[in-house]
């Protein structure tokens, strides 16, 4: 038995780039048939700033998507707790799984400087780092040994993310890869996703399954 899930989710509830409210997203990834949903809203300034002045105010913001798309889900779906971070100036994105909502609290999150200085916080803390559309516009190459894996299927509809060179790219340098879709709202495109071998109970089980291969893609490009 296997367990499909979509791992790339933002919502309007927390995501200035979001276009969907958590209700619709569940609503919507059920008609389709999945069993769960890992919201990854995004942690950083650009996007996190609108929501509060202090660090406080902007992670209890960033928890409002993944609270809203459980309570809507309730007993019928399963929904993880994600984040998409970014280091300034720098474009490239990075999924992040692995973690409660109380580690959100413990230091600021909009304040890393590097992926470098993340991947050391990450090891410490059982964190898996997936870079997100690697080869979509304005990406930059990032040493592979920094990173968990790569996601080689991103359908986002609004841009060319050149899913075909990630998955080469991963297999180039032994990497991790995922799909996902990336939904902000209703692309047209095919949802990504993966089929797990277990049913995740949070995040932290969610980065055990990705980090030991129990899983397989629902959509991918060669």
Excluded at 13 to 31: D, F, L, N, P, Q
Excluded at 78 to 97: A, Q, S
Aim: aromatic content about 12%; glycine content about 8%; overall charge negative.
């Amino acid at each position: 038995m296997s367990f499909l899930f979509d791992i790339h989710i933002h919502t309007e509830e927390s995501s200035k780039c979001g276009e969907t409210s958590a209700a619709k997203v569940v609503e919507r990834y059920k008609k389709l048939g999945y069993d769960g949903l890992c919201i990854t809203d995004h942690m950083n300034k650009p996007n996190s700033a609108v929501f509060g002045s202090t660090y406080a105010e902007k992670a209890e913001a960033f928890l409002r998507g993944w609270r809203a798309a459980k309570e809507a889900a309730g007993d019928d779906m399963r929904i993880i707790l994600g984040m998409e971070i970014r280091f300034v100036p720098y474009d490239n994105d990075y999924l992040v799984y692995g973690f409660d909502e109380g580690l959100i609290f413990t230091r600021d999150f909009t304040d890393f400087a590097s992926l470098k200085e993340f991947r050391q916080y990450a090891d410490e803390n059982g964190l898996i780092v997936i870079q997100a559309h690697p080869f979509r516009k304005n990406m930059i190459i990032v040493d592979p040994a920094l990173l968990d894996g790569m996601e080689v299927y991103n359908g986002h509809g609004g841009h060319d993310s050149r899913n075909d060179i990630a998955y080469r790219w991963a297999e180039k340098y032994g990497l991790r890869k995922t799909s996902a879709s990336d939904f902000h709202y209703d692309t047209g495109m095919e949802p990504g996703g993966i089929y797990l071998e277990e049913m995740p109970s949070d995040s932290k089980d969610l980065a055990r399954l990705l980090r030991e291969n129990k899983y397989t893609l629902k959509v991918f490009t060669k």
